[in-house]
């Protein structure tokens, strides 16, 4: 079955940087568009970054470009997303998500930034 984990969230300082990862199995990973999203506190989930399958597209949201980095290794079925100039406002679960003939979440990870 397909499974998304995500792991590298933790409490970070404004300013700081964190790299999230998301280990995918269960389906074909080297032809498949991955996504970040995030949830914070009382707020709608929302679209971080995409990459194409091969890698050589990617989107942002307006509010992290040119701070965080969406990228994957195809040949170990890992995406990551490289987060730099945290912002408390960047505080959120992370989730890992894929869509093929059902969108699949990973479980999400915590991100707290804070001073």
């Known amino acids: 079955q397909v499974q998304l984990v995500e792991s590298g969230g933790g409490l970070v300082q404004p300013g700081g940087s964190l790299r999230l990862s998301c280990a995918a199995s269960g389906f074909t990973f080297s032809t498949s568009a991955m996504s970040w999203y995030r949830q914070a506190p009382g707020k709608e989930r929302e679209l971080v970054a995409g990459?194409?399958?091969?890698?050589?597209?990617?989107n942002y949201a307006d509010s992290v470009k040119g701070r965080f980095t969406i990228s994957r290794e195809n040949a170990k079925n890992m995406v990551y997303l490289q987060m730099n100039s945290l912002k408390i406002e960047d505080t959120a679960v992370y989730y890992c998500?894929?869509?093929?003939?059902?969108?699949?979440w990973g479980q999400g990870t915590q991100v707290t930034v804070s001073s």
């Open positions: 990459i194409s399958s091969g890698g050589g597209l990617t």
């Open positions: 998500v894929t869509r093929l003939r059902v969108t699949y």
